[in-house]
């Protein structure tokens, strides 16, 4: 599914992550940015030991930040590493931190010259954060940033199974109003 935010695309793909041809790629890291399971695992199998270096150089990022590396072996020239919240019921502003680790992911990106970018789905394996309040979430925080900087004109989202890719769909169509088909 895509659709268009002013000049920009906004589309959701169901597939892997590791293998997108976007200039950056965002990966769902812990704090410690010592690679893990999940999307992180994947990301630094495929891109190899170099942006481990980076992440080790780097030391860590507090939950809702993001940081830079290259991509490494990956067809993406950069790897954005952002750290989600743990869901811990959503009373411990959950919502914000995963709206930051979206926007903060944007900016250092925009930094970098970057002009697209894919996400996974940021917090919704390992740290147990319910799918359909994270894509919502996630979509509106994009929308939001898409809205306000034309410079970035590609953001996809790689969703990892049917189930996720159904979540951001019907979120998605949910959220469309000001937004039109392409
Ligand atoms: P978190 O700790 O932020 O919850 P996880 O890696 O456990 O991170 O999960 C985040 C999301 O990434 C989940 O929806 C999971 O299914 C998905 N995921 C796992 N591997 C990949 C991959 N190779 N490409 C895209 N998404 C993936």
Same mark, same amino acid.
């Given at each position: 599914?895509?659709?268009?935010?002013?000049?920009?695309?906004?589309?959701?793909?169901?597939?892997?992550?590791?293998?997108?041809?976007?200039?950056?790629?965002?990966?769902?890291?812990?704090?410690?940015?010592?690679?893990?399971?999940?999307?992180?695992?994947?990301?630094?199998?495929?891109?190899?030991?170099?942006?481990?270096?980076?992440? !080790?150089?780097?030391?860590?990022?507090?939950?809702?930040?993001?940081?830079?590396?290259?991509?490494?072996?990956?067809?993406?020239?950069?790897?954005?590493?952002?750290?989600?919240?743990?869901?811990?019921?959503?009373?411990?502003?959950?919502?914000?931190?995963?709206?930051?680790?979206?926007?903060?992911?944007?900016?250092?990106?925009?930094?970098?010259?970057?002009?697209?970018?894919?996400?996974?789905?940021?917090?919704?394996?390992?740290?147990?954060?319910?799918?359909?309040?994270?894509?919502?979430?996630?979509?509106?925080?994009?929308?939001?940033?898409?809205?306000?900087?034309?410079?970035?004109?590609?953001? !996809?989202?790689?969703?990892?199974?049917?189930?996720?890719?159904?979540?951001?769909?019907?979120?998605?169509?949910?959220?469309?109003?000001?937004?039109?088909?392409?």
């Amino acid at each position: 599914m895509r659709v268009k935010i002013n000049n920009s695309i906004l589309e959701l793909v169901e597939g892997d992550i590791t293998q997108q041809d976007t200039e950056a790629i965002v990966n769902a890291a812990n704090s410690g940015l010592r690679g893990g399971s999940g999307v992180d695992g994947a990301i630094h199998r495929a891109g190899g030991p170099q942006i481990m270096e980076e992440c !080790r150089k780097i030391g860590g990022c507090p939950t809702g930040g993001a940081v830079i590396t290259t991509g490494g072996r990956l067809k993406a020239r950069y790897v954005v590493h952002t750290v989600g919240p743990i869901y811990h019921g959503g009373g411990k502003g959950e919502a914000e931190l995963l709206a930051s680790a979206y926007r903060n992911s944007l900016t250092i990106a925009l930094d970098k010259g970057v002009g697209s970018i894919a996400f996974p789905s940021i917090s919704t394996g390992a740290y147990g954060y319910p799918l359909e309040e994270a894509a919502r979430i996630a979509l509106k925080a994009v929308i939001d940033f898409l809205n306000e900087h034309g410079e970035i004109t590609l953001i !996809r989202f790689v969703l990892f199974g049917p189930a996720a890719y159904k979540a951001y769909a019907d979120e998605l169509k949910f959220l469309k109003g000001s937004t039109k088909k392409v």
